[in-house]
């Protein structure tokens, strides 16, 4: 970093934050000039990548295209998502590793044979593990999962990027990614009482929105960042990724170290402080934020009250206080809670689980129990073992919590509920990070509101989401009344070392050249993967619009998880989900739209597009605002290109979605002026409307549109002329008929 700073000083001479001093130590070439946030691309190197088993399953077959013998740079794999939630931690898992054989022995396969690092099922949720074990000050790490920016905690410019992107970094390429801008959160004052770091990204993100932090770098800075525990700056930064930001970073401090050292890690401790001021933004841009970052959020921790966001889109935040008073207008939340859950990657540092059981504790002593169904995912088997040994896990089964296994479980979708509540109206309370519909439990029904893990504990001991902890008794087990404590201010880390727990890591071999990699061609969980055909040099005309989506279209709809996380190794057959969660614009129906081939109406979105691609008929799909929204997910690019998909057409889209269908060779266009999108409204005969363009330089495009009523077909001239590595852009026109959008 000092070396490759003092290149890009000479070139820029201008005060760094941090962000750009991490981002700009890490250029292919620390040289570069002429970078403009927000607008050009820069070429970084990232010092690591990390898999989960999922987009791992994809990112390893399409690294096997590469025919490299290792990884280009340190790489592991986390097999965490595949894990159901249906009875109890050890059960469960014994259950997913006979289910999921077949895709962990390929994974465990390929990491040996590919020199990569790989954490069996049971060692815990990626991000967890990570900050554990690989994320320090100063680094840049991938991960193919939304919430990898959790290495932020630790100074880390951690980001979530789909396969094909991991895959390049894997193969030795550098890493193409827009230039950011930054936005600056400045800290003052200290928590107290019942707010926990928590409540900062959830306050932010009813500030900002779902899209507020979109290209963007959230950096931390000011006096109150130092009060906040690495692990809670964690959840802040884990959390950026609600805001659409590329990642979120703390600076360098006593709390890092103090977490680096308690995890093995003194040396890098040592390392860090002595280059302190690489890890830190330089002192000009803390005095005058205005001037170096493009938007400035203030946040005073000693008024910040705790928040509930919620429910289907975290960015509907309010204070706990506000709560009652919101039930009693809005006639479709629901009081009642059906089930409380804490922990995940997001919340279940040794800080989080002492505060929550210290209110289970004080629950205990009033002879109460949870009111429902109360369930804790730890983020790691370190975590598990260390909140064993010091009996923050007896606390909280004392008050009948169950413990889930170390791996996302209901955070994914993997949670097998049973009881009346499924399928109807109810409310769940979360302490994890993401809250669209159907998210945790499959049930578009759910609600789910997020909150800390102590808020969460108090408000399964209360059983109602109206219970406000701060202000409101509860009913002793003898009848008296009482109000629960703040939660007690706990250490983030044990007073003794962590406590490892079970070994679940495998080192890959020295040399793994010889390990053979077999697929079944009969497996319908792993399917090997062929390269995408090159462009016959035609253009792609006479293509219908395969569906138009309304609202909130993230990537769970597109390609939902639930029960169709099994088939993520498998391309084709996953691809049968495509746009399943995404509402037909012109119907208001989930997942089904017309077929205007044969005319027939009611068909799911996947088999259409299956019958137009037997056809020769490409098509092309539009998208209202933030379009791609959520999980890093790029099974959400594959199966439209897969099923014969040109180009996505949206009002806006969210990063790492718009980068996963470039990489796979779909164009990713915006409307000029979104308004447009509503000019595309006839129900009969999908028609594209609008004037739309790349929304970023790099795409020479290229898009032609007919308002003409008898041109039903939206038609493009020179598509994929696409000028993606800097080269200049092609001016494309041609015979058009009406409207014509070149550049
Ligand atoms: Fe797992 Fe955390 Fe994502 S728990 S599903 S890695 S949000």
Request: glycine share 10%.
């Given at each position: 970093m000092d070396k490759n700073l003092n290149v890009v000083r000479s070139v820029q001479n201008r005060p760094l934050t941090l962000a750009d001093k991490i981002l700009l130590s890490h250029l292919d070439d620390p040289a570069t000039t002429g970078m403009v946030r927000g607008q050009t691309y820069v070429q970084l190197r990232p010092d690591r990548v990390i898999l989960q088993d999922v987009l791992g399953q994809t990112a390893?077959?399409?690294?096997?295209?590469?025919?490299?013998?290792?990884?280009?740079?340190?790489?592991?794999?986390?097999?965490?998502?595949?894990?159901?939630?249906?009875?109890?931690?050890?059960?469960?898992?014994?259950?997913?590793?006979?289910?999921?054989?077949?895709?962990?022995?390929?994974?465990?396969?390929a990491s040996a044979k590919y020199g990569v690092g790989f954490w069996s099922p049971g060692a815990g949720i990626i991000h967890q593990v990570a900050f554990e074990n690989y994320a320090y000050p100063g680094e840049m790490m991938l991960g193919t999962d939304s919430h990898t920016p959790m290495g932020g905690g630790l100074g880390s410019i951690?980001?979530?990027?789909?396969?094909?992107?991991?895959?390049?970094?894997?193969?030795?390429?550098?890493?193409?990614?827009?230039?950011?801008?930054?936005?600056?959160?400045?800290?003052?004052?200290?928590?107290?009482?019942?707010?926990?770091?928590?409540?900062?990204?959830?306050?932010?993100?009813?500030?900002?929105?779902?899209?507020?932090g979109t290209n963007a770098i959230i950096e931390y800075f000011g006096p109150g960042a130092a009060s906040i525990s690495a692990t809670g700056k964690a959840t802040i930064t884990n959390m950026g990724a609600e805001l659409g930001a590329t990642t979120s970073v703390f600076p360098y401090d006593e709390r890092m170290a103090r977490y680096l050292r308690s995890t093995r890690r003194g040396d890098l401790a040592e390392l860090a402080d002595k280059y302190r001021h690489l890890l830190t933004a330089d002192s000009e841009c803390e005095a005058n934020p205005d001037q170096y970052y493009d938007r400035i959020v203030e946040i005073n921790l000693s008024e910040l009250e705790p928040h509930l966001v919620g429910p289907h889109s975290p960015d509907r935040a309010r204070p706990i206080s506000q709560m009652?008073?919101?039930?009693?207008?809005?006639?479709?939340?629901?009081?009642?809670?059906?089930?409380?859950?804490?922990?995940?990657?997001?919340?279940?540092?040794?800080?989080?689980?002492?505060?929550?059981?210290?209110?289970?504790?004080?629950?205990?002593?009033?002879?109460?129990?949870?009111?429902?169904?109360?369930?804790?995912?730890?983020?790691?088997?370190?975590?598990?073992a260390t909140i064993e040994r010091d009996g923050q896990m007896r606390s909280l089964t004392d008050i009948d919590a169950t413990v889930l296994a170390n791996?996302?479980?209901?955070?994914?979708?993997?949670?097998?509920?049973?009881?009346?509540?499924?399928?109807?109206?109810?409310?769940?309370?979360?302490?994890?990070?993401?809250n669209f519909p159907a998210r945790n439990d499959g049930q578009p029904s759910t609600m789910n509101l997020i909150g800390s893990p102590e808020i969460v504990t108090a408000l399964a001991i209360g059983g109602r989401l109206s219970f406000n902890p701060l202000t409101d008794t509860l009913t002793a087990a003898d009848g008296s009344e009482f109000r629960l404590d703040p939660p007690a201010e706990a250490p983030e880390v044990p007073p003794a070392d962590f406590e490892?727990?079970?070994?679940?890591?495998?080192?890959?071999?020295?040399?793994?050249?010889?390990?053979?990699?077999?697929?079944?061609?009969?497996s319908e969980r792993i399917q090997l993967l062929e390269p995408w055909p090159a462009w016959d040099g035609n253009d792609f005309t006479d293509m219908p619009a395969l569906l138009k989506a309304k609202g909130k279209t993230t990537t769970d709809s597109i390609s939902p998880a639930g029960v169709w996380l099994r088939f993520r190794g498998h391309l084709d057959r996953f691809s049968d989900n495509m746009f399943m969660g995404?509402?037909?614009?012109?119907?208001?129906?989930?997942?089904?739209?017309?077929?205007?081939?044969?005319?027939?109406?009611?068909?799911?979105?996947?088999?259409?597009?299956?019958?137009?691609?037997?056809?020769?008929?490409?098509?092309?799909?539009?998208?209202?605002?933030?379009?791609?929204?959520?999980?890093?997910?790029?099974?959400?690019?594959?199966?439209?290109?897969?099923?014969?998909?040109?180009?996505?057409?949206?009002?806006?889209?969210?990063?790492?979605?718009?980068?996963?269908?470039?990489?796979?060779?779909?164009?990713?266009?915006?409307?000029?002026?979104?308004?447009?999108?509503?000019?595309?409204?006839?129900?009969?005969?999908?028609?594209?409307?609008?004037?739309?363009?790349?929304?970023?330089?790099?795409?020479?495009?290229?898009?032609?549109?007919?308002?003409d009523e008898s041109a039903s077909r939206l038609t493009f001239f020179g598509l994929f002329a696409l000028q993606h590595r800097g080269q200049e852009s092609a001016g494309i026109a041609s015979n058009t008929g009406d409207g014509i959008a070149v550049h």
């Open positions: 390893m077959l399409q690294f096997m295209q590469t025919r490299r013998t290792t990884t280009a740079v340190p790489t592991s794999v986390h097999c965490d998502h595949l894990i159901q939630a249906r009875v109890e931690g050890s059960l469960d898992l014994t259950e997913s590793l006979a289910e999921n054989d077949e895709v962990y022995n390929f994974l465990r396969t951690s980001v979530g990027v789909g396969g094909a992107d991991a895959v390049e970094v894997m193969a030795g390429l550098p890493w193409e990614v827009l230039y950011p801008r930054f936005i600056g959160v400045r800290l003052t004052g200290k928590m107290s009482g019942w707010t926990a770091p928590k409540d900062v990204i959830l306050y932010l993100a009813g500030e900002l929105s779902v899209s507020g009652a008073a919101e039930l009693k207008e809005d006639a479709g939340l629901v009081d009642s809670i059906s089930a409380a859950l804490i922990g995940s990657c997001t919340n279940s540092s040794y800080e989080d689980m002492s505060r929550s059981a210290d209110v289970a504790e004080q629950a205990k002593a009033r002879g109460l129990k949870s009111a429902v169904p109360f369930m804790v995912t730890p983020g790691s088997e370190q975590v598990r791996a996302c479980g209901p955070c994914i979708g993997q949670w097998r509920r049973a009881g009346e509540s499924v399928g109807n109206p109810n409310t769940i309370v979360t302490s994890y990070n993401r490892e727990g079970r070994s679940f890591y495998q080192a890959p071999p020295d040399d793994g050249s010889a390990i053979e990699l077999t697929v079944s061609p009969d995404a509402i037909n614009a012109y119907t208001d129906e989930a997942g089904k739209g017309l077929n205007v081939v044969t005319g027939e109406t009611g068909q799911g979105f996947s088999r259409i597009a299956r019958n137009y691609k037997a056809q020769g008929v490409k098509w092309v799909a539009i998208g209202d605002f933030n379009y791609g929204e959520g999980s890093s997910r790029e099974h959400a690019a594959l199966s439209p290109r897969l099923l014969g998909g040109a180009a996505v057409i949206a009002r806006s889209f969210a990063r790492i979605h718009e980068s996963n269908l470039k990489k796979q060779g779909l164009l990713a266009l915006t409307f000029t002026d979104p308004d447009d999108y509503e000019l595309n409204s006839e129900p009969d005969f999908p028609k594209v409307y609008g004037a739309f363009d790349s929304p970023r330089e790099e795409c020479g495009v290229i898009a032609v549109y007919s308002p």
